[in-house]
């Protein structure tokens, strides 16, 4: 099965500075999906970027961008420009193409400090 | 607007007590899902459904029970046979865009049994 691991249980970072969010995953699949959700206080999971295994690019969302490095089956989110309501958890899902569910690391808490 | 509803937002039960949790959404999307989420853990899946009147059990479906009679809805049933039941309920759909998967959450219900 399918696990994603995200190794920082929480990160903080200064407001207008930049933070790398890290994930890993393990697959034997070669085409896949991999996101990044933000879930604030609110607990409403909000999507924020989005990857298609098949795409060398590196996927692009406003301050947010991932350095997606499939060999490594590594997966990290940069936040640039951090602003305040950045600030919230952090998960990275995986879906395999012909998968039915995602499969979701554990979390980062990202903190950012005015 | 098009999204997905939960209600409600917080549900209080004796232990005991089957509780059932409501899932709407007016997205037209085939598929549905309900999550588990506790804390320091990541999303973990309890039922999916592809299609109207067919659903499969996820991770960790012992002590819960879906239906799927309409397209637009799909509830989760915590039955008294489920050992933990306290814990935040995430609904969701998905859909498939051209070469794009799509997945959206619900807001959420906070399940609180005593």
């Known amino acids: 099965a399918q696990t994603v691991t995200q190794s920082q249980p929480e990160m903080s970072v200064q407001e207008a500075e930049t933070v790398t969010l890290s994930c890993t995953y393990d697959?034997?699949?070669?085409?896949?999906?991999l996101f990044w959700y933000k879930q604030p206080p609110s607990r409403q999971m909000i999507l924020v970027i989005r990857?298609?295994?098949?795409?060398?690019q590196n996927a692009t969302e406003n301050r947010f961008s991932v350095n997606f490095q499939k060999a490594a089956k590594s997966f990290s989110l940069k936040i640039s420009d951090s602003q305040l309501g950045d600030a919230a958890m952090y998960f990275c899902?995986?879906?395999?193409?012909?998968?039915?569910?995602?499969?979701f690391g554990a979390g980062t808490r990202l903190t950012v400090k005015p | 607007d098009g999204g997905i509803t939960q209600s409600p937002k917080y549900l209080f039960r004796k232990e005991g007590q089957n509780v059932t949790l409501s899932c709407e959404q007016n997205?037209?999307?085939?598929?549905m899902y309900w999550y588990r989420q506790d804390p320091g853990q990541g999303l973990r899946l309890i039922y999916y459904?592809?299609?109207?009147?067919?659903?499969q059990k996820g991770d960790i479906a012992e002590g819960y029970s879906v239906s799927r009679e309409k397209k637009e809805s799909f509830p989760l049933t915590v039955t008294s046979a489920q050992k933990n039941p306290t814990a935040f309920y995430l609904c969701?759909?998905?859909?498939?865009?051209?070469?794009?998967?799509?997945?959206?959450f619900g807001p959420g219900t906070r399940l609180t049994v005593t």
């Open positions: 697959t034997s699949e070669s085409d896949y999906y």
């Open positions: 990857q298609e295994a098949y795409k060398q």
């Open positions: 969701a759909s998905s859909t498939w865009t051209g070469d794009v998967y799509e997945q959206y």
């Open positions: 997205l037209n999307h085939d598929a």
């Open positions: 459904s592809q299609i109207v009147n067919d659903f």
């Open positions: 899902a995986y879906r395999g193409y012909n998968n039915n569910d995602m499969r």
